[in-house]
């Protein structure tokens, strides 16, 4: 293995087993050097498969839905996969969406094998259970790899209208869901396919929808399912995010934009709006940190506020990772806190930030009070005394009784 392996070994091993137990070390540091083991390309689907372990195995059986195999042995497990995967290949396809159809085409336009591209920890494991894309070292570098057998195939799919067609409907399902999570927190499933059907114009085929959601979800955990429905990965309490969402049962949840929702359903999206940027300024000025740091400090105050922090809580969190020179800047930090605070599109608020609400709130108050100044009560005098049955001499059309005479 090169240095720069050892190197990349190393740093993956700092950064993902930090405050692991000691006993799950040597675990992490098995599984890496097995997904990244020196590769020979181009290869068989045999060579390929040959390259797993039993266990590997049953996870592409498990991956693929296959029952009746269980049983099998290796040698029987790789030759049964040998001719069905290629079968399954195009049902396989139609779960993705555009990230990962297109990493399946990109790594067939370039003969079978790509640089490996920077992957989260469980995306490596599931890739390889698809049976389609073998992960390894090749001349020094890591790769991702297609058996010889499916770079045509895929490459024959890439030209499929009807496949093409599919993986954009997938991801604008996968995008959608996460957006909406994203700002609202929970949904129930009603809510999700009545949300999703306003957005796509489309009536939902929830059998496929929830199908291509759990197969995402595997690729990328953005999200997880209760009895409570749907939420987004950092909800900790998606029944009080319900309760709050029923308290404003005269609200409705914020309308944003399909637009909005798609580029919220993006992996890793953070809303970056102005009173975030200002409070990053404001701790890269006043304070000793980067940019990247005070990002992530500021990301954490948005989702205290969406669970339901207050500001004492935040500037508490905060004080635990600055050191406050005096009150002046004690002040001057709750100031910018306040404002993001009050910014921030929050999950008890469906989706609103507390100003927007308020904004609303004063909005749908100003004509009635605009109509009351139109019409104002008059008071009328006259020499002829006016009977209360009487239309009122003010034009109201009312009883006198009624109207004026009250």
Known sequence: MSDKINQELEDALRNAISGLKEEHIDLAVKEYKKYWREIKVPFSLKEGLSRYTKDELNNIRKYL??????????????SFYQEKIPELLEAICMRFDNERFGLLVKIARKGGSIPAPDLEIEQIPYLRATGLVYTGIYQGEKILSLPEELVTPVLMLSDNLKIRSIVRRNTDWIKLTRGLLYYYGTLSITQLEEMLETYTKEQLDLKDYFEVIYDANRYQEEMYVDGEGFSNWRVFDPKRVKREHQIR?????????????????????????KSYMQL?????????????????????????????HGPNEVLTYLSELIEFESMDSVQELTDHVVYLM?????????GYSSTELREKSEAELKPLLNTKRIQPKVTVTTDKKVGRNEPCPCGSGKKFKKCCGR
Not at 281 to 302: F, G, H, P, S
Request: include cysteine; proline fraction near 3%; glycine fraction near 4%.
């Open 249 to 273: 049962n005269d609200i409705s949840f914020y309308p944003f934009t399909k637009e909005q929702l798609l580029r919220a359903g993006e992996p890793d999206y953070i809303d970056r709006n």
């Open 280 to 308: 990053v300024q404001y701790l890269t000025r006043n304070y000793e940190m980067d940019k990247e740091e005070a990002d992530e400090i500021v990301e954490e105050c948005v989702y205290a506020t969406r669970i339901g």
């Open 342 to 350: 009050n910014n921030t599109k929050e999950w008890f608020l469906k």
């Open 65 to 78: 839905k296959l029952k009746g195999i269980s049983n099998l042995r290796k040698e029987e497990l790789i």
